[in-house]
């Protein structure tokens, strides 16, 4: 079954500072995974999305996250954070065969930003 | 403009009391979904719905139904809330449910308390 782990709750950063988000992925087969963001009592929007192709995927606010086959990863990074960025950050997989389009969600990543 | 709405935004509720959620969105798309949020859970599915009359169950379908009637709007009752139905409810809609890629586009949430 397909499923997501961000095994960070919480990451705190300096502004300025570059930031990675983790996420693994459990799916058997090529995934399709994506990266939504959650400012502060608000809905989900999407960052990035990945589909078989280039590992590195490019994002808005120049996010960008690579895709490792063999790590089962996809984390999601940015060289400078803004304060802007203060959010929480999930991983989702798609679903297939009978959940297709379905997607699966990791527990979230609160991201911090200090000054 | 593309917009997935929710109505309430905000909702108190007494054990035992019925409950509905209303979700639009004007962008035609075939596909909608609700999910809940719980902290540290991420988003769970609880109905997916592909086009109206047509609805499947999400990861977590019990103590909830849906309703499709027409393709923009789709709601969720709660017949009879309990109290571990507190949670923040969101809609989303994409274009094709059938697409591992599609995106889906959320709405901004209903904060439902049940006491």
């Known amino acids: 079954a397909q499923s997501v782990t961000q095994p960070d709750a919480r990451v705190t950063v300096s502004e300025g500072a570059s930031l990675q988000l983790r996420c693994k992925y459990s799916y058997f087969g090529t995934p399709y995974l994506f990266w939504y963001v959650q400012y502060p009592r608000q809905g989900l929007q999407l960052l990035l999305k990945y589909y078989p192709g280039d590992p590195v995927v490019q994002g808005v606010n120049g996010f960008e996250a690579e895709f490792s086959k063999s790590n089962s990863s996809f984390h999601l990074r940015k060289a400078s954070v803004h304060w802007s960025d203060w959010a929480v950050y999930f991983c989702a997989v798609s679903g297939g065969g009978s959940a297709l389009g379905r997607l699966h969600f990791g527990a979230g990543t609160q991201l911090i930003v200090i000054p | 403009d593309m917009k997935v709405t929710q109505m309430p935004r905000y909702l108190i509720k007494r054990m035992g009391e019925n409950v509905l959620l209303e979700c639009g969105q004007d962008?035609?798309?075939?596909?909608m979904y609700w999910y809940r949020q719980d902290p540290g859970l991420g988003l769970q599915l609880i109905y997916i719905?592909?086009?109206?009359?047509?609805?499947s169950e999400g990861d977590i379908p019990k103590g909830y139904r849906v309703s499709r009637k027409k393709r923009e709007h789709f709601s969720l009752i709660l017949d009879s809330a309990k109290t571990n139905q507190t949670s923040v409810y969101f809609c989303a809609s994409s274009l094709s449910g059938g697409a591992y890629y599609a995106e889906q586009f959320f709405g901004p949430g209903t904060r439902l308390t049940v006491l």
């Open positions: 719905s592909y086009d109206v009359d047509s609805n």
């Open positions: 962008m035609s798309h075939e596909t």
